[in-house]
């Protein structure tokens, strides 16, 4: 069974307080690695999708990154509007499963 | 991407009755899924929603407590069935393209409180 798992459960910063968080997974065929971002009251919103070890994506403030075994998403120095929980899911199996498996998310805080 | 639209945006229910959430998508999209979000919890996966077909439901979830429908391409509904305040949930339509790991686009959600 797929499984994901996201540290820390939760995240304070300082603004301008650059961190990481992490993602580990245990899948069959690891497909595709995506993070979301998800504020409150809101679906998730689609921020990354990583495909093989050693890639890295990047957006403003964000990197995502992968490894074998677990993706580290990176902020830099962030602003309170990266305030939000990110999500991480997996996709893996065979082409035609569609289906996400998701970790339980990091909320960040991030105090100006 | 998919722009999807969920109504109702929420609901408060009484035990025993039924909500029925609709999902439009303004494009024509191959996958649809129902996912529900507890506090506190990851998003699970309910059920694929299959054009013309019965849905596939995930492991601890039926079809008589969650019957799906999917009349075309664009657009789907969820009905939570017998109603308990355990089924209070956010209950996330979502949608992707036929693209090989094309990612999931997400409605807002349903929030149902059962009373």
């Known amino acids: 069974e797929d499984q994901v798992t996201q540290s820390p459960e939760a995240l304070r910063l300082q603004e301008g307080e650059s961190s990481s968080l992490n993602c580990s997974y245990t899948?069959?065929?690891?497909?595709?690695l995506f993070w979301y971002r998800q504020d409150p009251g809101k679906g998730p919103e689609f921020l990354f999708t990583l495909y093989s070890a050693g890639e890295e994506k990047e957006k403003e403030r964000l990197k995502a990154t992968l490894t074998k075994k677990e993706s580290f998403l990176h902020i830099t120095a962030p602003k309170p509007e990266d305030s939000a929980t990110y999500l991480c899911a997996v996709q893996a199996g065979n082409f035609g499963n569609e289906k996400l498996t998701f970790g339980t998310g990091t909320r960040l805080t991030i105090i100006p | 991407s998919a722009v999807i639209s969920q109504k109702p945006s929420r609901d408060i229910c009484q035990r025993g009755t039924s909500l029925t959430i609709q999902c439009q998508v303004d494009?024509?999209?191959?996958?649809m899924f129902w996912y529900r979000q507890q506090p506190g919890q990851s998003l699970t996966l309910i059920a694929t929603a299959n054009q013309g077909s019965e849905a596939t439901y995930e492991s601890g979830f039926v079809i008589d407590k969650f019957p799906i429908s999917r009349p075309n391409l664009t657009f789907s509904t969820l009905t939570v069935s017998n109603l308990s305040p355990e089924d209070s949930s956010i209950y996330l339509c979502?949608?992707?393209?036929?693209?090989?790991?094309?990612?999931?686009?997400f409605g807002n959600g349903t929030r149902l409180t059962v009373t």
């Open positions: 979502s949608a992707s393209t036929s693209s090989y790991n094309s990612p999931l686009h």
């Open positions: 899948v069959s065929g690891l497909r595709g």
């Open positions: 494009s024509q999209v191959t996958m």
